[in-house]
């Protein structure tokens, strides 16, 4: 009897086996890899078909940072990858054998890890994050802003300019496959370029590369530099490709002015999601040391500013480009959240629109939206 059940037993678990195979060879599948270097630190992603388990170890000499990835499998054609960034040499990919993949990262120093996984979000898979961060250049690189702030001849005003997306997280996509972040990136540059020609005027921007800064990161680094005026810049993205026209968002306080507006910042908040933060640093709105009425005091002053320069926003926009709506409109962007500083995001153009597409690309009209934007932020200091 007993003999009976056991055999019984026996044959349904052989069954199971041979019914799902993918029981015992679930491997996930490593499809692709990718870095992107920061001043202070390189991404390593690695993309995935299921969530992966791994280890790491860290060798001294040379330095090198092991993981092993158990129930994987290869199928990017990637094994070795140069980077030759200030941080790393390059990246190799080894298969063990047994579902077992390595991944080492040749490192040209002793350098802090994190290790996260990112969830599946729009066309994005799995994903497997390894950030490699140098902490003393992490440190330098705020004590030069923070610098910037005391150095400032008496009068000159300070512009941070926010150019959206990056690395991970490319921003809205044209039909000719133009990315958002670099598109930004390029007219970001040419506006702090030009607005540093100037006396009165200091700018900088948030990102000088191709990588991605969470959100509320970009407002401590506006903060740094003790910015007097946040300008964030984006193109806008619709699954219409009809759909063109400039637009300008402020902070809301007290919930979306409609629909729309709640809906773009909603996308423009996953930003953190798509491009990877690992930690997101305490609010600066519950900041212990700020007193909660002086606060509330500075948030009233910056919000009025921001609607103030929107204003001038759209007033010289509209001579380039169209506008989507002819006021600003408002809503909950993290990226705007700055209390002391007012803050505005910018909506281009529309990359998903072919012409748009055309433009944003150009030379000369990248050139134009930066004159522009110019024009506004003078005339926002000197009313
Ligand atoms: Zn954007």
């Not at 019984?8 to 679930?26: D, E, G, M, V």
């Not at 080492?104 to 994005?124: A, D, E, F, G, R």
């Not at 941070?160 to 970001?188: F, N, Q, R, W, Y």
């Not at 910018?346 to 629109?353: C, D, G, L, R």
């Amino acid at each position: 009897m007993k003999n009976t059940f056991l055999k019984i037993f026996l044959s349904s678990i052989a069954l199971a086996i041979i019914l799902f195979p993918s029981i015992s060879i679930s491997a996930a599948m490593i499809t692709d890899l990718r870095f992107w270097s920061a001043p202070d630190h390189t991404r390593v992603v690695l993309d995935l078909t299921e969530p992966i388990q791994c280890e790491s170890s860290f060798q001294e000499k040379p330095p090198q940072l092991h993981l092993e990835l158990k129930g994987a499998s290869l199928t990017t054609p990637k094994r070795e990858v140069e980077v030759n960034d200030p941080f790393l040499t390059k990246i190799s990919l080894i298969d063990l054998g047994k579902e077992k993949i390595k991944l080492v990262l040749h490192q040209k120093k002793t350098l802090n890890t994190n290790i996260y996984s990112l969830k599946p979000y729009l066309n994005k898979p799995h994903r497997l994050v390894i950030d490699l961060i140098d902490l003393a250049q992490e440190k330098k690189e705020q004590e030069e802003r923070q610098k910037q702030k005391e150095v400032r001849p008496k009068g000159t005003k300070i512009v941070v300019v926010d150019p959206g997306h990056g690395g991970e997280d490319p921003g809205a996509v044209g039909p000719k496959k133009t990315m958002e972040k670099d598109i930004v990136l390029k007219v970001g540059e040419k506006v702090t370029h030009l607005l540093n020609q100037n006396k009165e005027i200091q700018a900088f921007l948030t990102r000088k590369g191709d990588y991605f800064i969470p959100l509320e990161e970009r407002i401590k680094i506006a903060r740094e530099y003790g910015a007097d005026l946040f300008v964030s810049l984006h193109t806008d993205g619709s699954f219409n490709p009809q759909t063109r026209g400039s637009s300008v968002y402020c902070l809301s306080l007290s919930g979306a002015t409609d629909e729309a507006a709640r809906i773009l910042a909603d996308k423009e908040n996953m930003s953190n999601v798509l491009g990877g933060a690992f930690l997101t640093p305490a609010s600066i709105v519950k900041d212990p040391n700020l007193n909660q009425i002086l606060l509330d005091l500075m948030q009233n002053n910056s919000m009025k500013e921001s609607l103030r320069f929107a204003e001038y926003l759209l007033e010289d926009i509209k001579v380039l480009n169209q506008l989507k709506y002819r006021s600003y409109r408002q809503a909950n962007f993290i990226v705007l959240k700055a209390p002391d500083i007012p803050s505005v995001l910018m909506e281009m153009a529309f990359i998903t629109n072919r012409e748009d597409e055309r433009l944003l690309n150009q030379n000369e009209f990248q050139e134009k939206m930066a004159k522009s934007l110019i024009t506004s932020i003078k005339k926002y200091f000197k009313p």
